[in-house]
């Protein structure tokens, strides 16, 4: 086994190879089919978790228990693909490689056996890399330690090697670190709606804090799209915990038909069940459901969702909790609607999230639980409205979410 330091390279020693990235953190990995002048061809050749194969190259999930990998088949990269770029970003909005350095492992695509390792050195703002690349030099194919990075995320690195996203980035949108910023405008990736792990949030400048935050000093009131890591003192703290929702009408005597919900997906978001008035317990019991609250009166919270983190299947590493209008009311006819984590064995409340600003839908997406590859769980304040009046409207966008 070989380690590389930045600018390495080696051989290949087989035609089949996976380049897997891990990090204390999940981490979204991605990989990109490069023609000479260092672009793709179209954005079919940008490969990851919503686009998972190409022409000899796929993306691997680790279903949460193992890093996610991108696999090169050299025998099957088709004529005038000549570098095959793997990289990695945190899955949170906003999150920094800083104090998380991730490893990438070469690997034998078909024994699994290492071929070399490589961890970027000195990371600090970047909120995405190229990690490795794979690439065809005088009739042979080999690998090569990178490490670049970039300070606007996936889409700065997709847009640097030419694939068009949906969203065009702001225009202050930083340049790459440690790389010439591009002559051409910047188009931004085709993966749905720029989920917040490849972008920043525009509507939270506060909402990306230089260190995690954790509950080490109590109770943590979160913004919008601030995330809290559910450990204390380094050690998990959590084995069940509730999500209660709460709402108040916005105007006196005047009823109102929300419904809490809890959607869980697995590692490549793919929706796996839905907790909610109609189903109120899913993943064998391990989420359940308080059942339906028809008028929001009543002091605290309306519903709540009790997860048992413990039980939660390794299929499942991810949990968006929603809030619905049934009755097609706005919310901006809403008073005081929030949601809070609760410590189930104690009944202390931990995280809190107000939604101060509502808008007239009757869908939102309130909060996030995500599993990360170390094995624990983060919540992410969203606050995110749609057009969904059942939990049914709310799944397809809760995975654009994640």
Same mark, same amino acid.
């Given at each position: 086994?070989?380690?590389?330091?930045? #600018?390495?390279?080696?051989?290949?020693?087989?035609?089949?190879?996976?380049?897997?990235?891990?990090?204390?953190?999940?981490?979204?990995?991605?990989?990109?089919?490069?023609?000479?002048?260092?672009? &793709?061809?179209?954005?079919?050749?940008?490969?990851?978790?919503?686009?998972?194969?190409?022409?000899?190259?796929?993306?691997?999930?680790?279903?949460?228990?193992?890093?996610?990998?991108?696999?090169?088949?050299?025998?099957?990269?088709?004529?005038?693909?000549?570098?095959?770029? &793997?990289?990695?970003?945190?899955?949170?909005?906003?999150?920094? $490689?800083?104090?998380? =350095? %991730?490893?990438?492992?070469?690997?034998?695509?078909?024994? @699994?056996?290492?071929?070399?390792?490589?961890?970027?050195?000195?990371?600090?703002? +970047?909120?995405?890399? &190229?990690?490795? =690349?794979?690439?065809?030099?005088? #009739?042979?194919?080999?690998?090569?330690?990178?490490?670049?990075?970039?300070?606007? @995320?996936?889409? !700065?690195? *997709?847009?640097?090697? @030419? &694939?068009?996203?949906?969203?065009?980035?702001?225009?202050?949108?930083?340049?790459?670190?440690?790389? %010439?910023?591009?002559?051409?405008?910047?188009?931004?990736?085709?993966? %749905?709606?720029?989920?917040?792990?490849?972008?920043?949030?525009?509507?939270?400048?506060?909402?990306?804090?230089?260190?995690?935050?954790?509950?080490?000093? !109590?109770?943590?009131?979160?913004?919008?799209?601030?995330?809290?890591?559910?450990?204390?003192?380094?050690?998990?703290?959590?084995?069940?915990?509730?999500?209660?929702?709460?709402? =108040?009408?916005?105007?006196? #005597?005047?009823?109102?038909?929300?419904?809490?919900?809890?959607?869980?997906?697995?590692?490549?978001?793919?929706?796996?069940?839905?907790?909610?008035?109609?189903?109120?317990?899913?993943?064998? !019991?391990?989420?359940?459901?308080?059942?339906?609250?028809?008028?929001? /009166? @009543?002091?605290?919270?309306? +519903?709540?969702?009790?997860?048992?983190?413990?039980?939660?299947? *390794? /299929?499942?590493?991810?949990?968006? $909790?929603?809030?619905?209008? $049934?009755?097609?009311?706005?919310?901006? =006819?809403?008073?005081?609607?929030?949601?809070?984590?609760?410590?189930?064995?104690?009944?202390?409340?931990?995280?809190?999230?107000?939604?101060?600003?509502?808008?007239?839908?009757?869908?939102?997406?309130?909060?996030?639980?995500?599993?990360?590859?170390?094995? /624990?769980? +983060?919540?992410?304040?969203? !606050?995110?409205?749609?057009?969904?009046?059942?939990?049914?409207?709310?799944?397809?966008?809760?995975? +654009?979410?994640?």
């Amino acid at each position: 086994m070989t380690a590389m330091t930045p #600018g390495s390279n080696l051989p290949l020693p087989t035609a089949r190879v996976a380049v897997d990235v891990a990090a204390p953190v999940r981490l979204d990995v991605s990989g990109l089919l490069l023609t000479a002048d260092g672009k &793709v061809r179209s954005d079919d050749d940008f490969i990851f978790y919503n686009q998972p194969s190409g022409p000899g190259v796929t993306y691997r999930s680790g279903g949460g228990s193992a890093p996610d990998a991108i696999v090169v088949d050299t025998t099957a990269v088709p004529p005038g693909i000549e570098k095959i770029v &793997v990289t990695a970003s945190p899955d949170a909005a906003g999150q920094t $490689f800083q104090g998380i =350095e %991730p490893t990438a492992t070469l690997r034998d695509a078909d024994n @699994g056996s290492v071929i070399a390792t490589f961890t970027p050195p000195q990371l600090g703002s +970047e909120t995405a890399l &190229v990690v490795m =690349e794979v690439y065809l030099r005088g #009739g042979a194919w080999k690998a090569r330690a990178v490490g670049q990075g970039y300070a606007n @995320g996936l889409a !700065g690195i *997709a847009t640097d090697f @030419g &694939v068009s996203v949906e969203e065009e980035p702001p225009a202050a949108a930083p340049t790459p670190a440690a790389a %010439p910023a591009p002559t051409a405008p910047m188009a931004v990736p085709p993966m %749905p709606s720029a989920p917040p792990a490849q972008a920043p949030a525009p509507a939270a400048p506060a909402a990306a804090p230089s260190g995690k935050i954790n509950l080490d000093k !109590g109770r943590v009131s979160l913004q919008k799209n601030q995330t809290v890591s559910l450990v204390k003192g380094g050690r998990p703290l959590l084995s069940q915990v509730k999500m209660g929702l709460g709402w =108040e009408p916005a105007f006196r #005597g005047k009823d109102i038909d929300l419904d809490a919900s809890v959607i869980a997906y697995g590692p490549q978001r793919n929706h796996l069940d839905s907790c909610y008035f109609g189903k109120l317990s899913i993943l064998n !019991g391990a989420i359940k459901h308080s059942g339906d609250n028809l008028t929001g /009166e @009543g002091a605290g919270d309306d +519903e709540v969702i009790v997860v048992d983190l413990g039980r939660i299947p *390794a /299929e499942a590493t991810g949990l968006v $909790f929603t809030v619905n209008s $049934f009755s097609g009311q706005k919310f901006t =006819e809403v008073a005081k609607a929030y949601c809070r984590l609760i410590d189930a064995s104690t009944g202390e409340e931990l995280v809190r999230f107000d939604l101060t600003n509502a808008e007239p839908q009757t869908g939102v997406m309130m909060a996030k639980l995500i599993k990360q590859f170390s094995g /624990e769980w +983060e919540m992410t304040a969203l !606050g995110n409205f749609v057009k969904a009046r059942t939990v049914r409207g709310m799944v397809k966008p809760s995975a +654009e979410a994640l």
